[in-house]
């Protein structure tokens, strides 16, 4: 069965406490792994698109990487602004359907 | 530069009733997605469109919803004889192609009462 899983559920981290958020998958065939940011009551915003192993993408104090099996979203010296859930997503080769995690709240504490 | 609109952010029905949820796309986006977050759930991929084509619809939790997109631009979700358990936020997004990212409106919370 395809599966997106991501750890952990919640975090909560200090402020400049830099840490990682995990996504691994098993599927038959990706097409692209995604990241998203979602604020309450907020559609989700694209972050990155990561398409092969070993492939990096960096955004101010994000940074996400892949390989085979997972991605981790890598934040360093968070700030309280960063709070959000972080969701990520693959697309499946054979047709193009789109899987979600159920996403790792983050809480920046000031 | 609008970006994904859904309408109507809220809505509030009864149990049994019809109801049609709209989503308009960004400006010269071929593909349309519609999702469905429940609390505590993850996104649940309903269906895609490329063009005013839906490939596959076996996403659709069941014979009640339907979806439908004309002129390759406005989306209609569509939940007929409305059940409790299809209470949740409805979001859609858009792309420009199937290979770029999606962008998403902020969704329909509907409340089955």
């Known amino acids: 069965e395809d599966q997106v899983t991501q750890s952990p559920e919640a975090l909560r981290l200090q402020e400049g406490e830099s840490s990682s958020l995990n996504c691994s998958y098993t599927?038959?065939?990706?097409?692209?792994l995604f990241w998203y940011r979602q604020d309450p009551g907020k559609g989700p915003e694209f972050l990155f698109t990561?398409?092969?192993a070993g492939e990096e993408k960096e955004k101010e104090r994000l940074k996400a990487t892949l390989t085979k099996k997972e991605s981790f979203l890598h934040i360093t010296a968070p700030k309280p602004e960063d709070s959000a859930t972080y969701l990520c997503a693959g697309r499946l080769n054979r047709d193009d359907k789109i899987i979600f995690g159920k996403g790792t709240r983050l809480h920046i504490l000031p | 530069g609008a970006g994904v609109s859904q309408s109507p952010s809220n809505k509030v029905t009864e149990k049994g009733k019809d109801v049609e949820l709209r989503c308009d796309p960004i400006?010269?986006?071929?593909?349309l997605y519609w999702y469905r977050q429940s609390l505590g759930q993850g996104l649940e991929f309903l269906i895609y469109f490329q063009g005013n084509s839906a490939p596959d619809k076996s996403g659709l939790p069941s014979d009640r919803f339907s979806a439908e997109r004309t002129g390759g631009s406005v989306s209609t979700l569509t939940i007929q004889r409305t059940q409790q358990e299809d209470s949740a936020v409805y979001l859609c997004?858009?792309?420009?192609?199937?290979?770029?990212?999606?962008?998403f409106g902020d969704g329909t919370r509907l409340s089955i009462l």
């Open positions: 400006s010269g986006h071929t593909a």
């Open positions: 599927v038959s065939g990706l097409r692209g």
């Open positions: 990561l398409y092969s």
């Open positions: 997004a858009s792309s420009m192609n199937l290979l770029q990212p999606q962008h």
